[in-house]
């Protein structure tokens, strides 16, 4: 990642260790500290003390397209160093899963074996455009690296990313014909006591708006409970019952 020793895998390849072992190229082993981690992007920043390093070169994951060649590299298990090469059939897609919700997500076709998650997904240039976190459905699926550079700057200032909370279930439900979006979101329950709570949402009501910008899913209200919403009123539209009503929401923010 950096030549002063900054190394990048998945989160859940690291879990709840403080310090894991890295091991390069060379064969020298360092003990990396785990400078902070982010489970929902599934992105980790690790430290080794450690200097003269070579790092990849970043490329721009926005203008990926479908169809382009990728490598996924890994070192897979401890062995020698392995490749896999595919397509990129959807370069953002928005997907939840496996206790992650992955916003842009990259997803190729090119296997990815027990082992390369954390690995790099490179372009023909060699340029690492994404990180690798997961394989489903004969599917690989990888963090693309223009998010995992904001992750890595808030690991870096804050050892976390900060994201608001509302503490409220929700489900998505489609709305009748006739309305303005075809989706929104219903409330299944909200946590005693949380932000959602002390606002009034109710189980029924269905969130469609926030600040006046649609919600029809659950990657909406992602995009929209970013760290600059935590402690500020925020104007939840809901529908209760085919009444609308406007509720001012004070997100905190998540653990």
């Known amino acids: 990642m950096s030549t002063d020793g900054k190394v990048l895998t998945a989160s859940h390849v ?10 390069f190229q060379d064969g020298k082993s360092y003990q990396a500290k785990v400078l902070g981690r982010d489970t929902e992007s599934d992105v980790a920043l690790l430290k080794v003390e450690a200097s003269g390093l070579v790092p990849i070169e970043l490329g721009d994951s926005a ?36 206790g992650n ?41 990888a963090v693309p690296i223009d998010s995992v550079k904001e992750v890595v700057g808030a690991l870096e200032k804050d050892g976390r990313v900060k994201r608001a909370y509302l503490g409220v279930y929700l489900d998505e439900v489609r709305l ?38 649609t919600v029809a899913s ?23 019952g085919e009444k609308p009503m406007d509720l001012q929401v004070i997100p905190a923010e998540a653990e």
Request: hydrophobic share 40%; net charge neutral.
């Open 218 to 240: 659950l990657q909406d209200l992602h995009k929209l409970l970013a760290k600059e919403a935590i402690g500020k009123s925020t104007s939840v539209k809901v529908l209760r």
């Open 101 to 141: 919700s992955l916003e842009n997500a990259i997803v190729t076709d090119a296997p990815l074996n027990p082992g390369y998650s954390g690995g790099p997904l490179v372009d023909a240039s060699g340029k690492m455009v994404g990180l690798n976190v997961a394989y489903f459905n004969l599917r690989g699926i």
């Open 63 to 98: 203008s990926l397209r479908a169809g382009q060649f990728v490598l996924a590299f890994a070192d897979a298990l401890g062995g020698k160093p392995s490749v896999t090469s595919g397509i990129v059939t959807s370069p953002q897609r928005s997907l939840s899963g496996w």
């Open 176 to 213: 009748p014909e006739g309305s303005s979006q075809a989706t929104g979101l219903m409330v299944l329950s909200t946590e005693p006591g949380s932000p959602a709570n002390r606002a009034g949402l109710a189980m029924g009501d269905v969130i469609v708006a926030i600040d006046g910008r």
């Open 14 to 23: 690291v879990g709840r260790s403080e310090t894991v072992e890295v091991e």
